[in-house]
């Protein structure tokens, strides 16, 4: 990846520290996706002891995952402290979680602070997009999952605010919108990490604006803002936002702007151990090269 197109940590977690007041209001989208993945579930026969919930945000999963898995410990992690209090605030019944050993953690999904193989399944809503190492990533996840454990996620795909990323083309040198990676190359990095039985879908969610500022306001509201190391020093001025709100003018339609959101879905399975005819687990023994 193009450095500046990495993610600045540090400011990542400040822009979702500063939204997690209106995060709830405004992240429709992502609560509806996480209504669709609770509903995957129904087809998936796994029984988890514990649950990772990888970038939890606000909390909106807990209380589904908890209502299908009663008797799950569930692990709500996030990289912004404010976030997880919000989910607390917000969701009363944590209290009642907690006293079955619930917990909330702060950390980053490309370092995962749990031990090898203490997670039956990890869940992902709608937060991969915001690491620079999916590989990495994965790993972690493969690493705290048992053997036999679901690793259950969405992202977002390139087709994800397309339109914005027109209507600041050639605008300036610097990035204004996030890279996303294909479904596709998702999957193969999947295979690659060591995965078994991986599924990959997707579909497009479009929704409307009466302007673009309005847009922009949504993003910030749910933490979305530009933090690419590639972006902007300071705001961007009047002469910058007025060729964005002209250039997107060209796509909108029956009075309203469209935003496009490509959102990408994922499952797949930690292996289990190779077992050979006397039931003992199979290791590969490989010789040195010879230096």
């Known amino acids: 990846m193009k450095d ?19 995060y709830d209001a405004a992240a429709v989208l992502q609560n509806e996706v996480c209504r669709r993945m609770l509903g995957r579930l129904e087809y998936l026969k796994h029984r988890p002891a514990a649950i990772l919930d990888a970038g939890s945000g606000t909390g909106n999963a807990l209380a589904g995952l908890g209502q299908r898995y009663p008797e799950a410990r569930l692990i709500a992690l996030d990289i912004a402290l404010a976030m997880l209090r919000r989910g607390r605030q917000r969701l009363p019944w944590w209290k009642g979680l907690f006293t079955r050993g619930a917990q909330a953690v702060c950390g980053d999904i490309e370092r995962l ?43 977002f795909g390139p087709d994800t605010l397309k339109e914005l990323r027109r209507a600041y083309q050639d605008i300036d040198r610097h990035t204004h919108v996030n890279r996303f990676i294909d479904m596709h190359d998702i999957g193969d990095l999947l295979v690659s990490g060591g995965f078994g039985d991986p599924v990959m879908d997707m579909e497009h969610f479009t929704l409307t604006y009466g302007d673009v500022r309005e847009l922009m306001r949504e993003l910030k509201a749910i933490g979305a803002r530009n933090v690419t190391r590639g972006r902007p020093n300071g705001l961007s001025g009047k002469r910058v936002l007025d060729a964005v709100t002209r250039n997107y003018e060209a796509f909108r339609r029956d009075g309203r702007l469209p935003a496009t959101f490509e959102v990408v879905y994922g499952h797949a399975w930690a292996p289990l151990p190779r077992l050979g005819p006397s039931g003992r687990p199979v290791i590969d023994i490989k010789p040195r090269p010879r230096g």
């Not at 500046?4 to 520290?17: G, H, P």
């Not at 590989?135 to 053997?147: N, S, T």
């Open 4 to 22: 500046e197109l990495l993610i600045d940590k540090r400011s990542l977690r400040s822009a979702f520290e500063h939204a997690a007041e209106s």
């Open 113 to 155: 602070p749990l031990k090898d193989a203490s997670v039956g399944m990890v869940w992902s809503n709608l937060a991969l997009q915001w690491v620079n190492d999916l590989p990495r990533a994965f790993a972690e996840m493969r690493r705290v999952l048992v053997p036999g454990g679901l690793l259950m996620f969405s992202t």
